[in-house]
């Protein structure tokens, strides 16, 4: 029998061709449906790849204009090998085709929040040439003194050859450095971020 000819079955009718379309209609529906969902899947996480690394593209080239601001004329080469935890980028900042210095970003866990710093180390004379505050939001009571370039210059000219100490009240060794007093924890951060990547400095890089 044709599947066009109406079929009677428990006292009711059926068109057997309009019951076999609006399945194939339903079918190809769901059908489509899966497909777009998964495409939208794949659209939503090719779109997060993407910001992820736009973002770490972002971080790099700010790490690099923050040290070329210093060294305009300076070839700047990452290091993925000597990086740590906490030393998340080494670079090596090359002048007259020779490897001067080192520039190694650190986080380290403040009074209130992270900070980062950049660390600069002269590898011709094993000296800390300059600490570069990157970011930190720590409290303004605790968070100004660290940011002070007065500060921050207490660690210029320090040797690299040992961990700098801290001092309370002034420096009394070579290797001395004096935190602020009323923001303790903020500035003996710095010390122990600057002496991280004195120790990465020696171990995997010197």
């Known amino acids: 029998m044709p599947s066009s000819v109406k079929r009677r079955s428990s006292g009711k009718i059926f068109d057997l061709t309009s019951f076999h379309l609006e399945k194939k209609f339903y079918f190809y529906r769901a059908k489509g449906l899966i497909l777009f969902n998964r495409i ?108 002070q370039n007065w500060y921050l210059k207490r660690f210029h000219g320090k040797t690299a050859d040992m961990l700098l100490d801290i001092a309370k009240i002034r420096e009394e060794k070579e290797n001395d450095v004096v935190i602020v007093t009323g923001a303790t924890i903020s500035s003996a951060a710095v010390v122990y971020g600057v002496n991280l990547c004195i120790e990465n400095y020696n171990m995997n890089i010197r």
Do not use: C, W
């Open 40 to 147: 939208f899947i794949k659209t939503i996480k090719l779109f997060i790849i993407a910001v992820i690394i736009a973002v770490l593209v972002y971080a790099h080239d700010h790490e690099k204009q923050s040290m070329h601001a210093y060294y305009p004329d300076a070839f700047i080469f990452r290091i993925h090998k000597s990086e740590t935890d906490r030393i998340y980028r080494v670079y090596q900042i090359f002048e007259d085709h020779k490897v001067s210095r080192v520039g190694q970003i650190v986080n380290v866990n403040g009074y209130k929040s992270d900070i980062e710093l950049l660390v600069i180390i002269d590898t011709r004379n094993n000296t800390v040439e300059r600490v570069i505050l990157l970011k930190e939001h720590e409290s303004e009571d605790y968070g100004e003194y660290i940011r």
